[in-house]
């Protein structure tokens, strides 16, 4: 069973940045791909970002892509999700998930954490 903790949230105006954390324990944590989703308010929660084992592949949601970097520390048992000029849309719970592949973190199929709010004014 695989714990994921996020932290890193908050508050921040348009054009900022933020880096939003995800600790994981329970597991071997270089087994999980890792991947990044988000939920805003009355909206369905959508992938934003996944990482492989060995954080040598990367995806991303086109919405995010240029601005957003995922990446990933095996020997802390962390994945981060460094974001860069932000928008208001970006507004949303932001949760880690884990996934023995792939195709299922970005699926977000596996282990999710409780997320961390992030919210971005205009």
């Known amino acids: 069973q695989v714990q994921l903790v996020e932290s890193g949230g908050g508050l921040v105006q348009a054009g900022g940045s933020l880096r939003l954390a995800c600790a994981a324990s329970?597991?071997?944590?270089?087994?999980?791909?890792m991947a990044w989703f988000r939920q805003a308010p009355g909206k369905q929660r959508e992938f934003v970002a996944v990482?492989?084992?060995?954080?040598?592949?990367?995806y991303y949601a086109n919405s995010v892509k240029g601005r957003f970097t995922i990446s990933r520390d095996n020997a802390k048992n962390a994945n981060y999700l460094q974001m860069n000029s932000l928008k208001p849309e970006d507004t949303a719970v932001y949760y880690c998930?884990?996934?023995?592949?792939?195709?299922?973190?970005?699926?977000?199929?596996?282990?999710w954490g409780q997320g961390t709010q992030v919210t971005v004014s205009s």
């Open positions: 990482i492989n084992w060995t954080g040598g592949t990367a």
């Open positions: 329970g597991g071997t944590f270089s087994d999980y791909a």
């Open positions: 998930v884990a996934d023995s592949t792939f195709a299922g973190a970005r699926a977000g199929h596996g282990y």
